[in-house]
C-alpha cells in the first residue's frame, strides 16, 4: 500500500483521537476554576464537592490526552522524518516550548489538584487549579502556533531545501495563529461546559443531587452560552483569514470553482470534483463575498485560479466544513434557549431542553473533528502551506507495511482505551454528583465517609 | 569558538541533561511500574506503591516529550533518524507507554477489569525501561545510514551485543531506581523488600557497568582514550558504593539521592564516549553529530532563551509538588 496514504491515515487516526481530549480539558478545566472561585470565595462546601466531582472526570480525560499525545510527539520523526529534516529547524521548537512552558506546569499541577485537597491551603488549592487551566491554554497555544505555521508559515526562508528561521515571532505568531487559537479555545470552552452541562442536566432530569446538579448546570451554562456566541465571532474572523491568506482553501470550503465577484454562499450541495460542479447546489447569492468584505462586490478566487496539482480535495473539506458550521448555530440556539430559561428561573423544570442537554454532549466532539479535518485537509496537497507537499514529507525508510502494523496497533489500543476510558467516565456520571468527594483527596480518615458538613 | 558551535555544545548537553531528567524521575516510576508485583505481597502494600507515584508519574514523564521536543527542534536530523530508522523498536516504547500512561488512571476505577490494567501497567513499564537501553545503544555503538542520513538496516540489526548489554545496565538501573524510591515512600516489611531489591539491584547495575565497559572496549576501543568518560566512570562507582553503604545503614533518602548521581554519571559517561555525536554510522563519514544535525544559530539560540525561561520555573515548582507530597505514602482513601 501507498506509505503517504498509510501515514496520512495514521496521522489523523492518532491526532484525531487526540483531538477529543485536549478541548474538554480546556472547557472542564474552566468550569473547575470557577467553581473553586466560589468556594473560595463563599467558603461554601457544596462548591468545592462539585468541583471535586469534576476533578475525578479531569483526571480520567487528562490523562487520556497524555497517554494519546506521547505518539503524536514522536510522529513527525516516525513517520515524516522528510518533513522533520525540512521543517524542523521552525517546526520544533514550539514543541519543545510547549512542554517546557505550558506541558510541566499542567502536569505537576493536575497531580495536586487530583490528590493534593487537605495537604494544602484552600488558597493554594485554587492556585493549582488556575495554574493546570492557564497552562492548559498555554498548551494549546504551543501547538496552535506550530499547527498554524503549516498552514501559514512566515518567518523563515529556504535555505538549501530547508527552511530556516529568520524571525521566531513571525513564525510564531504567523498570519493564522492568533484567531486559530481563539477559535480552538472557544471550541474546547463549548466542549467542556456541555460535557459537565449534560451531566448536571442528566442529574436533573433523574431527579439526583438536584442543589449540586441545579449549581453545576447554571456555571457551566454560562460558558456555553459566552463561548457558543463569541464562536460566531470567531468562526467568522477565521474565515476572513483563510479567504485572504488561503484562497484555495477558502475555494474547496466553499466548492467555489471560478473566481467571482458577488459569491454566493452554498448552503448545502454535492461539489462534483470531475466536472467542477455543485450538484443540487441551495446559494445564497452574493453571501459569500458579504461575508469576506461587507461587501457583495468583493472578489473571491475561485479553483480555477489554481493549477489542479495544486488544489486541495473539495467534497471533504466542503462538508465537514458546513456541516461543523451547522453545528455552531445550533450551539449558538441552544445558547439562546437556555439563556431565556435561565433568566426565566425555569431551567431545572425544563425537562425536555435538560434531555436536549445532555443528548448533545456528543455534538461538539464532532464540531471539533469537523474542523479539524476542514483546517488539515483543505491545507492539502500541502504538508505546510506552499513550502512542503505531503508526498515528500513522508519517512523514506519506513516501508509500508511497518507503517501498516502501527496503525493496525494504534487502531486497537485507542479502540481499547476508547472503550475503557468511556465506560470509567460513564461509571463516574452514574455514581454521581452526590459521591463523597473524598477520593483520592486524603482528606478523609482511612475507610472514613464526608463529614456531616459536607452532605447537603 | 564560534557562536553557532558553541550553541551546538551547549544543547549536546542540554539534551542530556532532559533526558538524564526523564531518567531519574520518570525512572522511579518506570522501575517501580515493573517491580511492583515482586515487592508488593498484598492489596495494601500494592495500594501503597501505586500511591507513592500517583501524585507525581505524570509531571516525571513530561521530562521524555521535553527531550523528544529538544532533540526535534535543536537537532531535527537526529530526530529523524532515529525515529524512522527505529521504527518498530520505538513503536513497542510508544505503544507501551500509552497503555502505562491510561493504567494507573484506569485502574483505580475499572473495578472488575483492575487486573487488565494492572498487568498493562507493569509490561508498559518494562518495555521502554529495557528498549530505551538499546536504542541507546545502537546510537552509540553505531547503526548503517546513507548520504541523506537514512536509516538502511532493519529491526534485527538493533539486536547486537552492545545495545543489548546498554538493554538492560539501564534496565537495572530503572529497577534501582524504582526501588530506592520504594524504600523511600515505605515502612515495615515492604520498605526491608524494597531495600533489599535496592541492594540486589546496585550490584545488577554494576555488573551492567562492567559488561558495558567491556563492549565499549571490544566495539569502540577508540571512545576508551577519553579522559571524561573516565571520570564520569568513576563517579557511577563513587555513586553506586556510597548507595550501597547507605542501604546498609537504612538512609534511604542518601541511598535515592546517590541511585540518581548513579544515573546522571551513566548519562555523563555515554556523553563523554559519543560526542560529538549523536548517531554514530557505520560509515563514520556520514555520522550525525551535533554539527550536521543541528538546527540553525537562530532556533538554537532562541530555544536556549526557551529553557533558560523555562526550566528554572519548572525545577521550582516540580520541588513544590514533591514536598506537597512528601512523606511515607498511605493506604488511607479510596484511589488504586
Same mark, same amino acid.
Request: aromatic share 22%; glycine share 10%; no cysteine.
Given at each position: 500500500m501507498n506509505p503517504v496514504f498509510l501515514a496520512r491515515l495514521q496521522f489523523g487516526l492518532t491526532a484525531g483521537f487526540h483531538f477529543l481530549f485536549p478541548p474538554t480539558t480546556l472547557g472542564l478545566t474552566l468550569v473547575i476554576v470557577i467553581l473553586e472561585s466560589l468556594h473560595l470565595k463563599t467558603g461554601r462546601d457544596v462548591y468545592r464537592n462539585v468541583s471535586a466531582f469534576l476533578v475525578r472526570i479531569l483526571g480520567v480525560v487528562f490523562v487520556m490526552g497524555v497517554a494519546t499525545g506521547i505518539a503524536l510527539e514522536f510522529a513527525f520523526g516516525n513517520n515524516w522524518s522528510a518533513y522533520s529534516r525540512t521543517v524542523g529547524d521552525i517546526f520544533g521548537a514550539p514543541l519543545a516550548a510547549e512542554g517546557i512552558f505550558a506541558f510541566f506546569l499542567e502536569s505537576v499541577f493536575l497531580g495536586v489538584l487530583l490528590f493534593g485537597r487537605g495537604r494544602i491551603s484552600r488558597a493554594k488549592y485554587w492556585l493549582s487549579a488556575f495554574l493546570v487551566f492557564f497552562a492548559s491554554h498555554l498548551s494549546g497555544l504551543w501547538i496552535i502556533i506550530a499547527n498554524s505555521w503549516m498552514q501559514t508559515p512566515a518567518g523563515f526562508r529556504m535555505e538549501a531545501g530547508r527552511a530556516v528561521l529568520t524571525d521566531f515571532g513571525r513564525a510564531a505568531l504567523n498570519p493564522s495563529t492568533v484567531i486559530r487559537f481563539v477559535h480552538t479555545i472557544l471550541g474546547g470552552w463549548i466542549t467542556g461546559s456541555l460535557v459537565a452541562a449534560g451531566i448536571a442536566a442528566w442529574h436533573l432530569v433523574k431527579g439526583r443531587a438536584r442543589e449540586k446538579a441545579g449549581l453545576l448546570l447554571k456555571t457551566s451554562l454560562a460558558v456555553f452560552v459566552v463561548a457558543a456566541i463569541f464562536q460566531l465571532g470567531s468562526g467568522h474572523l477565521h474565515s476572513v483569514q483563510v479567504t485572504r491568506t488561503q484562497p484555495e482553501k477558502m475555494a474547496a470550503f466553499e466548492a467555489l470553482w471560478k473566481t467571482q465577484t458577488g459569491a454566493p454562499f452554498t448552503i448545502f450541495g454535492i461539489p462534483d470534483e470531475k466536472a467542477e460542479k455543485t450538484r443540487l447546489a441551495v446559494r445564497v447569492p452574493g453571501l459569500l463575498s458579504f461575508l469576506a468584505? &461587507?461587501?457583495?462586490?468583493t472578489r473571491i478566487q475561485g479553483l480555477?485560479? &489554481?493549477?489542479k496539482d495544486a488544489r486541495p480535495p473539495v467534497l471533504l473539506p466542503f462538508a465537514s466544513y458546513h456541516i461543523m458550521i451547522l453545528l455552531g448555530l445550533v450551539f449558538i440556539l441552544a445558547a439562546v434557549v437556555g439563556a431565556a430559561l435561565a433568566a426565566r428561573k425555569r431551567l431545572a423544570d425544563a425537562r425536555w431542553y435538560l434531555k436536549l442537554l445532555v443528548f448533545f454532549v456528543p455534538l461538539p466532539y464532532l464540531a471539533n473533528e469537523l474542523g479539524w479535518i476542514s483546517a488539515e485537509v483543505g491545507r492539502q496537497p500541502w504538508a505546510v502551506y506552499r513550502v512542503l507537499r505531503t508526498s515528500d514529507a513522508v519517512s523514506p525508510a519506513v516501508p509500508g507495511g511497518n507503517i501498516l502494523f502501527s496503525l493496525i496497533m494504534f487502531t486497537l489500543i485507542y479502540a481499547l482505551i476508547a472503550a475503557a476510558g468511556i465506560s470509567i467516565i460513564l461509571r463516574l456520571v452514574r455514581r454521581g454528583l452526590d459521591e463523597p468527594a473524598t477520593e483520592k483527596e486524603g482528606q478523609s480518615p482511612p475507610g472514613g465517609t464526608v463529614p456531616s458538613r459536607g452532605g447537603n | 569558538m564560534e557562536t553557532w558551535d558553541l550553541l551546538r555544545n551547549v544543547w549536546f548537553i542540554l539534551i542530556g541533561v532532559l533526558f538524564a531528567g526523564y531518567s531519574i524521575l520518570d525512572g522511579f516510576d518506570l522501575g517501580l511500574g515493573v517491580l511492583w508485583p515482586f515487592l508488593a505481597s498484598n492489596e495494601d502494600e500494592k495500594k501503597i506503591l501505586f500511591r507513592s507515584i500517583g501524585p507525581v508519574w505524570d509531571g516525571n514523564e513530561v521530562w521524555l516529550l521535553t527531550g523528544g521536543g529538544a532533540l526535534f527542534a535543536a537537532f531535527p536530523h537526529a530526530y529523524a533518524t532515529v525515529f524512522s530508522g527505529f521504527y518498530l523498536a520505538l513503536m513497542l516504547v510508544l505503544f507501551a507507554l500509552i497503555l502505562r500512561a491510561v493504567s494507573l488512571e484506569f485502574m483505580s476505577h475499572a473495578g472488575t477489569r483492575k487486573k487488565i490494567w494492572e498487568a498493562a501497567f507493569a509490561v508498559g513499564s518494562f518495555l521502554p525501561a529495557l528498549l530505551f537501553g538499546v536504542a541507546l545503544g545502537n546510537v552509540v555503538a553505531g547503526v548503517p545510514l546513507d548520504a541523506r542520513m537514512e536509516?538502511?538496516?532493519?529491526?534485527?540489526?538493533?539486536?547486537?551485543p552492545l545495545p543489548l548489554v546498554f538493554g538492560l545496565t539501564g534496565l537495572a538501573a530503572f529497577l534501582l531506581q524504582g526501588s530506592a524510591w520504594a524504600a523511600l515512600k515505605t515502612t515495615g516489611e515492604l520498605q526491608a523488600r524494597a531495600r533489599r531489591a535496592a541492594r540486589t539491584m546496585t550490584d545488577a547495575v554494576g555488573i551492567g557497568c562492567l559488561l558495558s565497559f567491556a563492549a565499549v572496549w571490544l566495539y569502540l576501543p577508540e571512545a576508551l582514550k577519553r579522559v571524561p568518560a573516565w571520570l564520569c566512570g568513576a563517579l557511577v562507582w563513587l555513586s553506586l558504593g556510597l548507595l550501597a553503604s547507605s542501604l546498609n545503614k537504612g538512609r534511604d533518602g542518601r541511598a535515592f539521592l546517590f541511585s540518581s548521581t548513579a544515573f546522571l554519571a551513566l548519562w555523563g559517561t555515554v556523553g563523554a564516549l559519543h560526542y560529538p555525536n549523536f548517531v554514530r554510522a557505520a560509515?563514520?563519514?556520514l555520522s550525525l553529530t551535533i554539527t550536521n544535525a543541528s538546527s540553525s544559530a537562530l532556533t538554537l539560540k532562541v530555544m536556549l532563551v526557551i529553557a533558560l525561561a523555562g526550566m528554572p520555573l519548572v525545577v521550582a515548582f516540580t520541588i513544590y509538588a514533591y514536598r506537597v507530597f512528601r512523606g511515607k505514602a498511605g493506604t488511607a482513601g479510596p484511589g488504586y
Open positions: 468584505g &461587507f461587501d457583495t462586490s480555477n485560479e &489554481f493549477p | 536509516y538502511t538496516g532493519n529491526f534485527f540489526t538493533l539486536l547486537r560509515d563514520p563519514s
